[in-house]
């Protein structure tokens, strides 16, 4: 079942403001993207998107 373009939409802007989220306030989070913090920050974003979108496509029911 393919979610809805505005769903996908709130996922992508669901993973931009939770990797600043991470970077500004994770211990290790950091803006600079030489530091190591900084690609931690976006891979946990990413990760944390991944399930959200495959529990979203597997549970959602939309009306066709």
Request: no cysteine; charged share 15%; aromatic share 18%.
């Amino acid at each position: 079942m393919e979610l809805k373009r505005n769903t996908k939409l709130r996922l992508a802007l669901g993973f931009v403001f939770q990797a600043i989220l991470f970077m500004a306030l994770a211990p290790f989070g950091s803006f600079d993207p030489t530091s190591m913090g900084f690609w931690i920050s976006l891979l946990g974003a990413g990760i944390t998107t991944s399930l959200l979108y495959f529990g979203f496509k597997k549970y959602a029911k939309y009306e066709k």
